[in-house]
């Protein structure tokens, strides 16, 4: 491999000038596993993980980076039951990261994702709490997402009215003839 080569003859030389290359990180990674916390609660949606001011964010960011393919209620009551309930808030963090927005995935700040999430949870009536939710992978796992009854989601629909979705946008489940 030309590159390998090359760079190794360079580090090479960049040696005999006395720089270290950062040969030391292994070593650093030799010590004891962080102990795992004991006492995470597993949380819940019903819990209030997420703040409203996150929620309000989480629907700017929804205008501007979704709503140009997706309605809310995309993600309401049941689509937002068969597609998130059952699963950890780090699954539902990760479907969309890893693939949303289509046009360029995972360009968004985790935050923003983690904004979006609030935001979803939110129009499905589950409750606010006092801290946001976050972009930390284990907190993320601890939180079960649970749907209160779907029925009063769709009674207490919120947000503007959804716009028709245009032929070939909207995508719920594949149409079976
Ligand atoms: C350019 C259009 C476009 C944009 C922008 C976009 N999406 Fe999507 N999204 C799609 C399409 C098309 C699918 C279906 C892809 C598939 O099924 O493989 C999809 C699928 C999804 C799904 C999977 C479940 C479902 O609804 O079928 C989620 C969740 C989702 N999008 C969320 C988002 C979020 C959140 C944003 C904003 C950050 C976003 N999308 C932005 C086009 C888009």
Same mark, same amino acid.
């Given at each position: ?113 983690? /904004?979006? =999430? #609030? ?7 589950? %409750? $606010?709490? *006092?801290?946001?939710? +976050? &972009? ?12 209160? /009854?779907? =029925? #009063? ?7 503007? %009215? $959804?716009? *028709?979705?245009?032929? +070939? &946008? ?8």
């Amino acid at each position: 491999m030309h590159l390998h080569t090359r760079s190794a003859f360079v580090a090479g030389l960049i040696g005999i000038t006395g720089l270290t290359m950062s040969v030391t990180s292994a070593s650093a990674q030799g010590g004891d596993p962080p102990v795992p916390a004991v006492a995470v609660s597993s949380g819940s949606t019903l819990l209030g993980v997420y703040t409203d001011l996150q929620a309000t964010r989480g629907e700017a960011v929804f205008q501007k980076s979704c709503l140009e393919c997706h309605v809310p209620s995309d993600y309401q009551g049941d689509a937002f039951n068969s597609k998130f309930v059952g699963g950890t808030a780090f699954d539902m963090f990760e479907s969309i990261r890893i693939a949303m927005p289509q046009s360029d995935p995972g360009s968004l700040p985790r935050q923003q994702y983690a /904004d979006l =999430l #609030a935001y979803f949870f939110k129009i499905n009536a589950l %409750p $606010a709490g *006092t801290s946001e939710i +976050g &972009i930390e992978p284990d907190a993320l796992k601890s939180i079960k997402v649970e749907a209160k /009854d779907t =029925l #009063a989601v769709r009674a207490g629909r919120m947000g503007r %009215p $959804a716009k *028709t979705p245009r032929n +070939g &946008i909207h995508h719920g489940s594949p149409h079976i003839r």
